[in-house]
């Protein structure tokens, strides 16, 4: 500004338009600068770019093209999955087919073997008649508490002449010799074990769940062997049954392990099982299982009735559900100790009345297909879901019901799909038939005798009714006979173990054994009956 002192306007505003021209010369110069740098580094950036474009189209094209085979292999893949499912489910069909068709064979097979099974029975343990055994026991045996006869004036041999013969030879001084021979369907001598006795007994066990009632009890004098057969060797003390020698167990534990070892191959849920025990004292019942206010186990008196339908039953007869064979036993050991016995000069611990021991087997079977066919899968999962509302854990945790006619958990909420066949098992060991004058009881003893030979001639005025064809058979002459006549005259495969003292001190005792055997033998009772299931229908 010191230049423009003393200078005109015009020269001022000269000065500053030059001075305006160059700075804009100067812009312009710079502007043409940056423009051609501008220029340059688009130029460099646009052959970066169009490089890096042509790189990466090359990139993708090469990712294309592995995608592309990579989908092609996924898709060939897939197809060959849909061809591989397309084959699975063909063999899937296929096997579905095979099975349905094995099923039904299966089905078809099961209905053959139940009907040879029976066949077998029928022709083992003849259906329409008694079928006896023989099991011959050493009367000196110290097992058993028998004492040793003294030495007679006459000789007897008894012996097993055959498998189905028993020979009895016998001289005395004065009388005329004897020489009989009876017929039995099975012989047991006193060498042969307790499981050559049950392994002719167990067939009746498969006829059990397949629909039958079947009866097993022991006959024979006092002393001869019957609670062996039946039970096996006691404990002293509490009589209760000895478990620890498997092969010296009786009938009664081997024919519950046995049940339970059929019901564990049948659908879980599918069978309800009860257990009673009585006691037949004095012509008198009373229920072994029945327990007082605190819980305590003692012999209760019942009475035997007569339903209308003409069957035997025991009102407010005790009933305990049992799980399996040691729930059983742990029961039955408990009726045991409450059993009457008295020593004799015969049986030192002899058994003072008859005991029944009763297995009720309750068969639930569900739907339109229920019979023979639970081992189908699905019915065998809708019986198990369903069961698991027929049982309420209430009625499981409360396992004693009273009365043989109080309904069970089954039938207090059965619905119109459920159908219950109720089988049963009795066990029954009888006292002994028994001579005074050999037994030198006295006193009430005495009066046990009475009541013990008259309860069991009312027992073959039965058989002999009924082997007869009487129109009146006089089941209600004793309280034994009326419990058993279901059983004796019923329903039931009835097996009858005859036991026998071959000691001569005891030949007429083993020779009104052996005549009560071959008279009951002749008994003709007609076909027994099974409980029918219902017909499975085929499946779809």
Known sequence: YQGLAGRSTNEVLQLYAAHGRQQKLQRSSVVTQLHRAIKKRLKQDLKSLHSFALELSKDFRRQSKTCIYKVLAAVQGIQLQNEAMQMFQIKAFDLEQSLQEVTERYEKEKQKRRALHNSLVVSIFNDRIFSYFVEIIPIISSLHGYITSPICLYTMHLFAEAHETVLVKCSRPGHASINKTFQFERVYNDLESQDAVFADVAPLLTSLLDGYNVCIMAYGQTGSGKTYTMLGPQLEGNFAFSIEDESELGIIPRATQEVFRLISEKPPGSYWVEVSVVEVYNNEIFDLLAKDSYGKVFGIKRDVVTTKEGKSDVPLLTHETVENASEFLHLVNKGLQLRVRHPTLVHAHSSRSHLVVTLTITTVVFGDSFGTSWEDEQTSQRLNKEVSCTFPQKMRDNKSTSSSGASSPVQLEATEKIKQ????????????????????????????????????????????????????????????????????????????????????????????????????????????????????????
């Not at 006292?431 to 005495?446: H, P």
């Not at 495969?493 to 054994?513: A, D, R, W």
């Open 421 to 540: 066949v109720k089988t049963r098992l009795q066990l029954v060991d009888l006292a002994g038939s028994e001579c005074v004058g050999m037994s030198g009881v006295t006193g009430a003893a005495l009066r046990e005798t009475s009541f013990i030979n008259r309860s069991l001639s009312a027992l073959a005025d039965v058989l002999g009714a009924i082997a007869e064809q009487r129109s009146h058979v006089p089941y209600r002459n004793s309280k034994l006979t009326h419990l058993l006549q279901d059983s004796v005259g019923g329903d039931a495969k009835l097996l009858v173990m005859l036991c026998i003292s071959p000691g001569q001190k005891y030949l007429t005792e083993s020779m009104q054994s052996l005549g009560f055997g071959t008279r009951a033998r002749q008994v003709q009772r007609g076909q027994v009956k099974k409980k029918n299931f219902p017909v499975p229908s085929k499946a779809k």
